[in-house]
């Protein structure tokens, strides 16, 4: 299974920018999805997961300007991020778990002041 990170920029606080993660297979499969971000320095950091069902959570870091979601149908997993602030700033990674667990090559989003 691979899996595909892209939709990461450069962009001012306050904007937004939306992260997609393509998978190799049918996400049918996946019992959960989850993006992280790691930042220089510092250690690997759930940013946003959802369940097979639907269910979701987040750290309350980005909780009210991150969204997760997931498209079956497309094999696609999207982040949502608004209102970025520099401390958003990181490689996002995606990542799914079948009982095997999945990472995507990271893509990087920069969050200038």
């Known amino acids: 299974v691979q899996l595909q990170a892209s939709g990461g920029g450069l962009v001012q606080a306050g904007e937004s920018l939306r992260l997609s993660c393509v998978a190799s297979?049918?996400?049918?499969?996946?019992?959960?999805m989850a993006w992280y971000r790691q930042a220089p320095g510092k250690e690997r950091e759930l940013v946003a997961g959802?369940?097979?069902?639907?269910?979701?959570n987040y750290p309350d870091s980005v909780k009210g300007r991150f969204t997760i979601s997931r498209d079956n149908d497309r094999k696609t997993m999207y982040l949502q991020m608004d209102s970025l602030k520099p401390e958003d700033t990181a490689v996002y990674y995606c990542?799914?778990?079948?009982?095997?667990?999945?990472w995507g090559r990271g893509t990087q989003v920069t969050v200038s002041s």
């Open positions: 297979k049918n996400i049918f499969s996946f019992r959960a």
């Open positions: 959802i369940s097979a069902g639907g269910s979701t």
């Open positions: 990542r799914a778990d079948s009982g095997w667990t999945y």
